[in-house]
């Protein structure tokens, strides 16, 4: 395979341009041809498909969200949009391509699959809700982020005696939300994964008003319930705490990546080169136990699903009295 492409689908997150840099360098190295795709299956169709050479990518390793920009683009899942696309991807001589994005990029790489034009996904997500892969490019930044915020509302919480709920990102999935809340020593954290009562979770914001303590932190995530929705709901089990709400939003998506997200973006993006290079396609790559691993596209999508570790809610429910 002489020539390649890659694009950024789906939210952003912290590392994407980390993983573009890497494919278009790795197989600038192995003798190939790299051209980018702005704004993911959108920019296939319209054939928005452009050359990227080494200093393409200089400057962008610590830059958050993604330079080839993004877009939602539901028009991909028809069978006239997938043949567009692969259409515009065949009159630029490209012969394979990857995806650096989440569950619904991936989707997207399926497809190309289905139709035997050679796709590999690479998982850029903060959600790390992508099988097959313990962790994903952006989740490590994510937690950072939301860690850091949930540091200083614990300052402002112990000096007015306050309850906060903090609603963290995370889709459907509880990760951002288990990782942030263990590391920041939250009092309880509500995820999708577990079941929960409301009246436990005030009879402990107030066992612990008893006992002196001047601050409670609550880690929510976004895929149970809003913030604003959680709360009424502890003031109608008789919570009567200086109750507020923080919502982090969109600053988890944001910002330079991590040291760890930076080499596991390299990491795979080089990957993900090498066996494009070895005629290989229909694939996802990702990481397990420290090992780069790779698998068959649609068995992953089809066969499997992510499994947060329910060991770090047992964890903190033990260490968070």
Do not use: C
């Not at 567009?84 to 569950?103: C, M, N, T, Y």
């Not at 895929?223 to 507020?244: C, I, N, P």
């Amino acid at each position: 395979m002489k020539r390649i492409a890659v694009l950024t689908s789906g939210g952003d997150a912290p590392g994407m341009n980390a993983a573009v840099r890497a494919v278009v360098r790795k197989a600038i190295y192995e003798g190939m041809e790299v051209f980018g795709v702005n704004y993911g299956y959108a920019g296939m169709v319209a054939g928005d498909i452009f050359p990227l050479k080494i200093n393409s990518v200089g400057d962008k390793i610590q830059r958050g969200g993604t330079f080839l920009y993004s877009a939602r683009y539901p028009e991909f899942a028809t069978l006239e949009g997938q043949l567009a696309g692969i259409d515009q991807l065949k009159r630029h001589g490209i012969e394979g391509v990857v995806v650096v994005g989440g569950d619904g990029s991936y989707q997207g790489a399926m497809r190309l699959t289905e139709h035997g034009f050679p796709a590999i996904g690479i998982p850029g997500t903060i959600d790390n809700d992508i099988p097959g892969t313990d962790y994903t490019i952006g989740f490590d930044t994510a937690v950072n982020i939301a860690l850091d915020a949930l540091d200083r509302l614990r300052d402002t919480a112990t000096s007015h005696v306050r309850t906060f709920i903090v609603e963290v990102m995370g889709r459907n999935a509880g990760d951002i939300a288990l990782w942030s809340g263990v590391a920041s020593g939250a009092d309880d954290i509500v995820i999708p994964e577990h079941d929960f009562n409301v009246r436990k979770i005030v009879e402990r914001v107030k066992a612990g008003h008893k006992r002196g303590k001047k601050h409670t932190l609550i880690v929510l995530a976004e895929g149970v319930m809003g913030a604003t929705e959680f709360a009424q709901k502890m003031r109608e089990a008789g919570d009567d705490s200086d109750l507020r709400v923080s919502v982090l939003g969109h600053i988890q998506r944001g910002g330079s990546p991590t040291a760890r997200d930076r080499v596991l973006a390299s990491k795979l993006g080089a990957f993900a080169v090498g066996l494009l290079k070895e005629g290989k396609g229909g694939l996802a790559v990702g990481i397990q136990n420290e090992r780069l691993v790779s698998m068959d596209i649609i068995a992953m999508l089809t066969n499997h699903k992510h499994e947060t570790d329910l060991s770090l809610y047992e964890l903190n429910r033990q260490i968070s009295i």
